[in-house]
């Protein structure tokens, strides 16, 4: 049985190494590909979630929608991937930007944000294995 993440054709898949374009290029031809992520330059695709990691989305996604909500000139967004350099392209799990019309950097392209938003949230239980890098 297919894992419901995987998309067949997979035109790429975790580790792969290629530049954004590329990246881009392949994730518009699986269009049931929901979550990808390309990282200097590396491929991440996700894993499935646990029951702790969607209590924790929840409560940040929560806490961002009123701060949002409150705040003239913020959006939130969830789970949209951003185009932050040339070779990466990270898929947070929630995200606050300054709309352009009050200041902020972001823009859109290729209907993706583009640009830095001004805070990031990414639940996960450790980054280890990233940080130290292929073995």
């Not at 938003?117 to 996960?124: D, K, L, R, T, Y």
């Amino acid at each position: 049985m297919t894992h419901p993440a995987i998309i067949e054709p997979l035109l790429f898949r975790g580790g792969d190494r290629m530049s954004l374009e590329e990246f881009l290029e392949r994730w518009d031809r699986m269009p049931g590909l929901k979550f990808a992520e390309l990282i200097e330059g590396v491929v991440y695709l996700a894993s499935p979630v646990s029951l702790s990691h969607g209590r924790s989305d929840n409560s940040i996604q929560t806490l961002i929608g009123l701060y949002t909500f409150r705040t003239p000139g913020t959006a939130a967004c969830a789970n949209s991937a951003w185009l932050m350099t040339s070779s990466s392209a990270p898929q947070p799990d929630c995200a606050i930007e300054i709309l352009p019309a009050f200041g902020g950097r972001t823009s859109v392209r290729k209907g993706l944000a583009a640009g830095a938003p001004e805070f990031v949230a990414e639940i996960c239980h450790s980054s280890r294995s990233y940080d130290l890098g292929p073995n």
